[in-house]
Each structure stands twice: as C-alpha cells, then as structure tokens.
C-alpha cells in the first residue's frame, strides 16, 4: 500500500467509522464503505490485511506481533486516525496537523512542545519550555542546573544560584550582575553587545563608545562605523556623515565641508565646500559665492545688465556682461534693437555672399570633375581604336601569309 504525501492539514473531529462492521469480512469495516480491504506484504510474501479499505486504515504501523496495523480508521484524505492525531503527552486531547515525512511523528501541541523555532519535539523542561536537545545548563563549571529565566523571557546564561554570587566590579557597587559577571545594568555600556563599564569619568557609555566633545556625556551616534566619534548633537546632520559639526560656526548642525562658507552662515551648503543656496552662485555646478555675498568681491557692474549680475560669482557676472555687450545694450541693460537689426541684416548680406561663393565654388569643382570625366573618356576610345587598328593589321598579315603559303603548295 502506498504512503500518501499529504501534509499540513487541520483535524477538528472524530475519524468517521461505525462500530458495526459489514457481514463480509473482506470488506472494509467502515459503515456504508464496501471496498475491499487493504493489506501489506512483508517479507516472505506474507500478506496482513486491515480492517479498512487503503482510506480508512490508519498508517501508523504497529509492530508485527501486535497486527501491524492500527485497530482505529481515519477519515478519508487524511492520514492518521483520530488517537495519532493528538498531542504527543499524555493526557492531551488536543488535535493538530502531521508535518513529517514517511515515518509517523508525533504531534504536540504549542504547551507540550519545545519553544525553539522550527522544533517540533516534546518540551521535557517545563520552565525553560525545551526539549532535551535544545535544554541550557548554567554555564558555570561542573554545574547542571538549568539556567536562570527572566521574568521577561530572557534566558540567562547562568542558573539561579549562581546568577546573585557575580557583583558589580565597579568599585563602591553592590549590585549583581547576572551573566554579565564584570558590571550591573547601571553601570555597563548602552551601547548594544557592549558589556564593558561605563566611562567612570561619567556619561552612559564606555571609553570606547562615549562622546569625543569635551564634558559630553552621550554615546556615540554611529557605534558600528569605526570613524564616529561624536554623538548625535556633535555629528553632521547630512546623511552619512560622522565628522563633528563646524567649532568655529556657533549652532551650525553640519560639519566645516557642510556649512555654507559665506561668514557668519550657519546653513547647510549645497555641496561639499561650497554655499548655501542663499549665498551661492545661481549657477549650479559653482562653488563660488555670488557678487552680492562676497564682501571680498572688487567687481564694478556695469550699465549692461544691472543687478542681475550680483546673483552670480565673478566669474559668471563677467562672463554674463561680456555676452550683453556683445549683443548690444543700453545703459539700462536694455537691448538696441535697431542696432542689433542692422548688424543682423549686414550679416545676412554676408552669410549671402558667402553662400554664392560657396556654390560657385562648387559648381567649378563640377565643372573640373566634368572635364576630366570627358578627359578619361576620349583617352579611353583612343586605346580602343589603336588596339582596333592592331588587329587588323595582324589580320592582313595572316591573309598575305595564308595566301602564298596555299599558291607555293
């Protein structure tokens, strides 16, 4: 009889059989089932039969001598009866599902069973809530005992008796510490799996962890990136960023590359080493300040262009004028119109003549490429009649020769 795969299914009731079995005794004893009944063959080829057709026979074996098969049916689709659906420890009637493979398993249910995840056999330690396999033992040397649980859940790594003999090794503490066995919880680090003491300077964190900025009592804000040295109020606020925050810029919240480098600004700088967007060139990419922030700036604006230019860095305001002078402006920053019409038109005229040159140009390169086309062709026919004209004559010499070689015959 072959074993069924199926796995993961919910049992809430009785298995379905009647105890009045059916007259023939080759037919399976479940009410109103009348197929014949399954059975297995061992070795030998003896065959032992169940009381119940391949659905109703529960597939939990037996040993031989005790018939092999169980007495009690399943349902059908399942595939253990109602009495190896229950939880494993006995006394409990609870009914749960089947998760193994082949071989039958049996189930406990969530009080029974061990509490580590993906475990599945039976809870032996009532306390710890685990199985033989996964039971801790207090870590102290030749001691057995099961470790001490939190009233929180937490396992410790030491036993009952063992956890209040550790005091605290700062000097003056006598609280205990657990399995930390070096400091209590008000004295060890508040950094996460950091065990050490606290700095006896002061403040909430060991030497290595604690704040670099003088009299600053708070851990580090980046304890896993080995350059943090500061903690959340001395840090950079951009993001990434472990340098200190500028000593020289009071209240600045960046470090010197972030902050906007205009005096007396405390702004973040749009990027490294560069201004604020305030002080900045209206240009995207310059890291320079703009004409009117830069109280070092020796820059004349001139009458072209006005004070549009003082958004821009030196460089770019002058750039800008030499782009309106080019183009012609009044002393308002207003464009000549009628001036850059005519210097428009007198440039038209010139692009004209310039584009009558070019064609001329390149229908004299016509006209050479024609001629010399022409050139080729005439030297070509004249090779075609002087091998023309050496044909024949050779012709002419086969005919005399032909002629008085047949006369002298």
């Given amino acids: 009889m072959a074993y069924s795969d199926a796995s993961y299914n919910w049992y809430s009731g009785p298995s379905d059989y009647s105890d009045v079995p059916t007259d023939d005794s080759r037919k399976c004893q479940v009410e109103g089932c009348y197929r014949k009944h399954s059975y297995e063959r061992l070795r030998g080829g003896r ?23 169980c007495p009690y049916p399943k349902k059908t689709g399942e595939r253990y009866c109602g009495n190896h659906l229950k939880c494993g420890d006995p006394g409990c009637d609870k009914l749960g599902e089947f998760t193994g493979g082949r071989e039958y398993i049996p189930w406990f249910c969530f009080d029974h069973r061990c509490s580590v995840p993906t475990c599945r056999s039976r809870a032996t330690n009532r306390q710890q809530q685990r199985c033989e396999a996964h039971f801790m033992k207090c870590t102290v040397p030749d001691c057995s005992r099961p470790c001490h649980l939190h009233r929180d859940g937490r396992l410790d790594l030491v036993c ?75 840090t950079c606020r951009v993001r990434g960023c472990t340098h200190p925050r500028a000593a020289d810029a009071r209240g600045s919240d960046f470090c010197a590359s972030h902050t906007c480098m205009t005096p007396n600004c405390r702004s973040e700088a749009r990027f490294r080493n560069s201004h604020c967007p305030r002080h900045a060139c209206v240009v995207t990419t310059c890291p320079h300040p703009r004409v009117s922030a830069d109280p070092s700036s020796t820059l004349t604006v001139s009458g072209g262009g006005g004070n549009s230019n003082r958004d821009r860095c030196v460089a770019h305001a002058r750039a800008r004028e030499r782009r309106a002078a080019s183009l012609g402006t009044d002393s308002l920053g207003r464009l000549d119109y009628e001036g850059l019409r005519s210097r ?66």
């Fill in 47 to 69: 065959k032992i039969y169940s009381k119940y057709c391949s659905d109703h026979t529960c597939l939990k074996p037996y040993p031989e001598e005790e018939g092999y098969w």
């Fill in 160 to 234: 009952a008796v063992h956890y209040g003999t550790f005091r605290c090794a700062r000097e003056g503490c006598t609280r205990r510490t657990g399995s930390n066995m070096h400091f209590c919880p008000n004295h060890t680090c508040v950094v996460p799996d950091c065990t050490a003491g606290r700095d006896p300077s002061g403040g909430d964190a060991c030497r290595k962890h604690l704040c670099n900025a003088p009299s600053c009592p708070n851990p580090i804000a980046h304890p896993t990136t080995t350059t943090a040295s500061f903690c959340t109020l001395h």
């Fill in 344 to 409: 428009f038109e007198l440039s038209g005229e010139r692009e004209a003549e310039r584009e009558r040159k070019r064609l001329s140009d390149d229908l004299e390169a016509l006209r050479r490429r024609e001629r010399e086309r022409e050139r080729l062709r005439e030297d070509e026919e004249e090779r075609e009649r002087e091998r023309l004209e050496r044909v024949r004559r050779d012709l002419e010499a086969w005919r005399r020769y032909s002629g008085s070689g047949r006369d002298g015959w």
